[in-house]
């Protein structure tokens, strides 16, 4: 297949932020790629192979320059201006080719594998004389492009294809070219089992259903983490259970999946980025605690007081997490316990189908309690106030509340799912306000009197899975210490975008358009109807929602992805519920 084709598809889709319409363009664009499909897959998720391998694709901005510069003739710095100017650089490229294909003949034929091998090996050349063969591979590609294909080469490279399709998106466009709808939910499963779009698609194109029917988990593959829904007593989350459920603590810490196999442990964050690096501890008392031969568990990271063994709230630890240089050192002034709660493979069998209180049976058999691995703390109960003083405690012991689990035998681990078989209950519900939401941010606007020179609010949006969209829901401008507001600008810089994101629904036109990458967690004072914001406008009858008073909390959710941030249809449901976002 040519890459042009591809190429012009991407520009249809470039132009569109429904979700139908993509999702048709794509399932197109799939239906033609023959045995091209898993690299276009990959292409289209702006990558070259999923996130699990490691591999990251990409060239530093100013190589990018600087073969352009020797492709056109033009100088480094004129190049960089135009880059300035179109905030693109997979425009500039264009910009570039186009000025050169007037005097030039007709580019030749580029290839999708041809492109893509080419992108890999920009990828994965390392060590002496790399940044010239990355240059070459690249200016390779320039020279034998159109305008149109140079745009989206450099975009991909440049890690910003901004096509504006989720994976659910994808997901459902290979379901439409190769299978039917009945089946979608099992392919969706299977992905968030083992999220390898390429590998999905492939055995989609082939026909081969069952095999991605029977993909689950498997250790050293990363999966999606189960989700939990939120309700505000403990009397409708019993209700909701069918009057029983295993109460948990619910820990403030980092979530945590740690997978064993042959010997061999990989641990990983709540979005599926591998973290062992930043645990060595954790990995080390692993193997050392655990019994079996594979495994995957999920748990959460907790750092604790070594002289009292009172818990630490989770801030310590995240200022651990990005930390590269003498982990050693902090692991023993901050040493962390991993409270497991679950068992999602066991020595060459998935666990998920399992009831939730079968897999935790197992899970308890594994190893022995100590100071780096315990279980969740629980209660399996349907009595009310015995629950409700299992809540308080919880509080006092340095907890968030409370996790309600199903164990009726429909108990399953579902992966990358937010539903009913998990509800959590927090402390700030009981304060007759609600939980804190995770926003998106998605604009920026200039301040003014104090603050000029720096942004003084945000445009901060929910994401709407059933759309693939992101909607707005308050301006935040509260919240922020004077290092944070000094720090905004240097943060947003690289996803600042000339137009607004395909994927973003606003009626609000902010100065900086930012691409929906950075999520925040805010409190509020409540939600109410609003004539500028779209959040839920069509599911609420053209009426939007907002968020009043929003408040930045100080947390940044670096371990949220924007899809995974506060839905639309959570914030309908607290309005439904008269509930209002957490208030301090
Ligand atoms: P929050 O911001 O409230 O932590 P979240 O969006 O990160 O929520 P939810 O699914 O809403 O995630 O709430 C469950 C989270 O609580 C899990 O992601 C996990 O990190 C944490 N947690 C702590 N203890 C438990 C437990 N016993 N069982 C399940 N999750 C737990």
Redesign the pocket.
């Known amino acids: 297949m040519l890459f042009s084709e591809v190429a012009e598809s991407f520009s249809r889709m470039s132009a569109t932020a429904k979700r139908l319409e993509l999702s048709s363009m794509l399932a197109e664009l799939f239906r033609k790629c023959g045995e091209d499909l898993r690299m276009v897959v990959y292409l289209v998720q702006g990558k070259l192979a999923p996130d699990f391998s490691g591999i990251e694709t990409g060239m530093a901005e100013k190589l990018i320059i600087k073969a352009l510069s020797m492709i056109s003739g033009s100088g480094e710095a004129e190049i960089t201006k135009d880059f300035v100017e179109s905030g693109d650089l997979g425009q500039t490229a264009g910009n570039v080719l186009k000025s050169r294909i007037q005097s030039t003949l007709v580019p030749s034929e580029l290839s999708v594998k041809y492109v893509f091998d080419s992108l890999m090996k920009i990828a994965t050349t390392a060590g002496p004389g790399s940044i010239n063969t990355k240059i070459s591979l690249y200016e390779y590609l320039m020279m034998n492009s159109s305008a149109s294909e140079a745009i989206f080469i450099t975009r991909i490279l440049n890690g910003k294809l901004r096509l504006g399709v989720s994976d659910a998106t994808i997901l459902m466009a290979l379901t439409e070219a190769f299978s039917s709808k009945e089946h979608q939910e099992a392919i969706e499963e299977s992905y968030n089992f083992h999220p390898d779009m390429g590998m999905i698609a492939e055995h989609l194109r082939e026909g081969d259903l069952d095999t991605i029917l029977q993909t689950g988990p498997e250790p050293m593959i990363p999966c999606r ?4 829904e ?1 309700l505000p007593s403990v009397s409708q989350i019993l209700e909701k259970m069918g009057g029983k459920a295993a109460f ?8 945590t999946q740690i997978h064993m196999k042959d010997g061999k442990i990989r641990i990983f964050s ?1 979005g599926n980025e591998e973290t062992t690096a930043n645990f060595p501890d954790i990995a080390r008392a692993f193997g050392r605690t655990f019994r079996c031969k594979s495994c995957i568990v999920d748990g ?1 990271a907790v750092p604790y007081n070594p002289e009292t063994g009172e818990l630490y709230p989770f801030q310590v630890v995240s200022q651990r997490r990005g930390r590269k240089y003498s982990i050693e050192s902090v692991s023993q002034e901050i040493p962390l316990t991993v ?1 497991l ?2 068992l999602i493979y066991l020595d060459g069998k998935p666990m998920n189908r399992m009831p939730y209180m079968e897999r935790r049976k197992r899970l308890g058999k594994l190893f022995r309690e100590n100071e780096d691995f315990k279980l ?1 703390r629980q209660l399996v109960s349907g009595d009310e106030p015995e629950i409700t003083e299992f809540f308080h405690q919880s509080i006092a012991d340095g ?2 509340g409370i ?1 309600a ?1 199903n164990v009726t035998d429909q108990s399953t681990y579902r992966a990358g799912a ?1 539903g009913w078989l ?1 509800i ?1 209950f ?1 402390r700030d519900y009981q304060e007759s306000v609600s ?2 939401l ?1 926003l998106v941010v998605i604009g920026a606007f200039s301040g003014h009197g104090k603050r000029k020179g720096r942004y003084g609010a945000l445009l901060m949006a929910s994401y709407n899975r059933e759309r693939d969209v992101y909607e707005t829901v308050c301006k935040l401008g509260t919240g922020f210490t004077d290092e944070t507001l000094e720090s905004l600008t240097r943060i947003f810089e690289p996803y600042i975008s000339r137009t607004k994101p395909a994927n973003v629904v606003s009626k609000i036109e902010p100065d900086f358009w930012l691409e929906p990458v950075k999520v925040m ?1 805010i409190n509020g004072a409540e939600i109410t109807l609003s004539p500028v914001h779209t959040c839920c406008i069509e599911e609420n009858n053209g009426e939007g929602l907002a968020v009043r008073f929003p408040r930045f909390t100080g947390r940044w ?1 670096q ?2 992805r924007p899809e ?1 941030a506060t839905q639309s249809r959570e914030i309908l449901e607290l309005f439904q519920m008269g509930k209002n976002p957490q208030s301090r």
């Open positions: 983490v189960m989700l939990a939120r948990e603590y619910k820990y403030d810490g980092l979530r709540r959460e409270f709660f679950d969740a907890c968030e996790v689990k937010r998990w959590k927090k939980d804190t995770d967690e959710r371990d949220k995974q």
